[in-house]
């Protein structure tokens, strides 16, 4: 998967036209719809493509560090994005003096490694606008205020998400029946369980992190922007990660 191909491409510009100022809300909801639509079909089409040629999409992965401030919020929002676009994620924390190193570790096959990336980018530097641009509340901490609407921006993202890979999973699936060809459902189940296989190989003796317990009150106001937000995206570099500034 290059920067040259065309679907990403027309992602990239799609997002630029929903960040458009000029754009009016119908447009750029209108841009954010397809831009969503895009990316779960490439990844459909990706998998389907790897049936004929397993070599062009591989199994790889991919360690991403994140910086202060919100790192455990921004780790999160990273690992739910990468599970819902059929990677998986290993949180992985690093003792160091003065506290903790926060890294992800990414396992998937390299189009849905790329798809992970540009969205999680995006969706990095969404938060930090939409958090610049909402007032703490009055007497309110400001970083437990934030903690929360990171939450909410998440898990509007992750439900989002969620049902743009299913609509694309059971169109396509529809239409491998009326052809006569190989399940599409089947297919990403394969995927998947040589995915899980790759994780495990790595690590062999896993922990459910436990969920962490938010006071602040900015969980509406994140749901409500993770529902605004684009999920087209720009690629991922090494510096994405400390956009939310304090």
Same mark, same amino acid.
């Given at each position: ?66 910086? /202060?401030?919100? *790192? =455990? ?8 994005? #990468?599970? %819902?676009?059929?990677?998986? $994620? ?77 609509? /694309?999973?059971? *169109? =396509? ?8 060809? #190989?399940? %599409?459902?089947?297919?990403? $189940? ?57």
């Amino acid at each position: 998967m290059t920067s040259t191909d065309p679907i990403l491409a027309k992602i990239r510009k799609l997002l630029a036209k929903a960040e458009d100022q000029a754009a009016t809300a119908e447009e750029s909801e209108l841009y954010t719809a397809k831009a969503t639509q895009l990316i779960a079909d490439y990844g459909i089409d990706q998998a389907l493509l790897a049936l004929d040629d397993p070599d062009q999409d591989r199994i790889g992965d991919r360690v991403v560090s994140l910086d /202060a401030p919100y *790192a =455990a919020d921004k780790a999160e929002l990273l690992c739910e994005v #990468a599970q %819902a676009l059929r990677c998986r $994620a290993v949180l992985v924390t690093r003792r160091v003096p003065g506290g903790k190193e926060l890294s992800v570790h990414l396992f998937g096959h390299e189009s849905d490694l790329v798809r992970s990336d540009l969205l999680f980018t995006s969706l990095l530097l969404q938060a930090a606008t939409g958090l610049a641009r909402t007032p703490v509340p009055p007497r309110e901490h400001k970083a437990a205020f934030r903690r929360s609407w990171l939450a909410g921006f998440r898990m509007a993202i992750t439900r989002r998400l969620a049902a743009a890979e299913q609509q /694309a999973e059971t *169109a =396509a699936e529809q239409r491998s029946r009326a052809a006569g060809g #190989a399940s %599409a459902s089947l297919v990403l $189940a394969d995927r998947g369980e040589r995915v899980l296989d790759a994780m495990h190989r790595e690590y062999p003796s896993l922990r459910t992190a436990r969920p962490r317990t938010l006071s602040g009150s900015g969980l509406p106001q994140g749901w409500a922007e993770g529902h605004r937000a684009d999920l087209g995206g720009s690629r991922l570099d090494t510096t994405s990660a400390r956009h939310l500034e304090r």
